[in-house]
């Protein structure tokens, strides 16, 4: 279909069609948020334009002749395409954000607090779910999962390596008398059903007996520090999951962080490598994570006699 060299003023064209559909000129104006007259005068424009009238006009009201009510059908059906044309354009543009798995404990500690620097820093916009263990990234709508790899990866599952976990002990500043680290062994020792070895794997790493000290045991690691930041005895924790309390002093480190030879890695359904948006992330997150680990590991935050 040829189009016209010169097609008529659109806002005329928008007045007419309201007006055709509200069947009179104030409600058209209401709906465009125009007088009256200025109705009247797109109405008149579009009509000398088109060089022939468009409405019968009588005394009380205007209406439409048999050419202006074919013409007005059409104006709406094209004014219905075109909205729903420029909301699929503006919806097609809009980046969803990357769906991020993360163990819950970690995502508390360590990734929700990195959120402003990530924005900052890859201009990424995330959405997080706490999670652990195996996931079904169709079924649970997920992008990225970031896991610690002690269960058996599916093989057709895309893995980016971030940083080797290491895990320590922390207790509350109040524990440490005199800054002695002594009163880690007098202390309840703090477990979790999440790693329930992860006491007896530390301190056969550190190169320690096992201790006769009382014991409690949480169902989560964020639980497990809440207590030791409430003095109820020793967290042993990922370093990841510690450092910002030791940051901010609600926590110390009375001996080492120590590798436990296990790994935190980046999980996909898709190729990571292939993915600008994921690369991004895996590559902040390994880089942050890393310096973490440098500036923890084989190093205590109290001093010691």
């Not at 703090?190 to 320690?208: E, F, I, N, V």
């Amino acid at each position: 279909m040829r189009i016209p060299v010169r097609l008529p003023s659109l806002n005329a064209l928008r007045a007419f069609e309201a007006a055709a559909r509200h069947d009179t000129l104030q409600a058209a104006a209401d709906e465009l948020h125009v007088t009256h007259g200025a109705v009247s005068r797109q109405i008149r424009q579009l009509e000398d334009e088109l060089g022939e009238d468009l409405f019968v006009r009588r005394a009380r009201a205007n209406v439409l002749n048999d050419r202006g009510r074919a013409l007005a059908a059409k104006l709406h059906d094209v004014f219905q395409d075109l909205a729903q044309a420029l909301e699929d354009f503006h919806r097609d543009g809009i980046i969803p954000p990357l769906s991020i798995s993360c163990e819950p404990t970690l995502c508390l500690k360590m990734l929700i607090p990195a959120l402003g620097d990530l924005k900052r820093d890859t201009g990424l916009d995330v959405k997080v779910f706490a999670a652990g263990g195996p996931i079904d990234f169709e079924k649970d709508r997920i992008d990225l999962a970031i896991r610690r790899e002690d269960f058996r990866v599916d093989q057709e599952l895309h893995i980016y390596p971030l940083c080797d976990e290491a895990t320590g002990p922390v207790v509350t500043p109040m524990l440490v008398a005199n800054g002695k680290a002594d009163s880690l062994f007098r202390s309840a020792q703090l477990h979790t059903m999440t790693r329930p070895d992860a006491w007896k794997q530390w301190l056969s790493l550190s190169g320690l007996k096992r201790t006769r000290a009382p014991k409690l045991t949480f169902e989560h690691f964020y639980l497990a520090l809440q207590a030791a930041q409430a003095g109820q005895g020793a967290a042993l924790a990922s370093v990841f999951m510690a450092a910002g309390d030791i940051e901010a002093g609600l926590l110390v480190a009375p001996r080492r962080f120590a590798r436990d030879g296990t790994r935190y890695v980046c999980l996909s359904s898709a190729n990571i490598a292939q993915d600008d948006r994921k690369r991004a992330f895996c590559t902040w997150l390994a880089e942050r994570m890393n310096r973490t680990l440098e500036k923890f590991l084989d190093r205590e935050t109290v001093s010691r006699p």
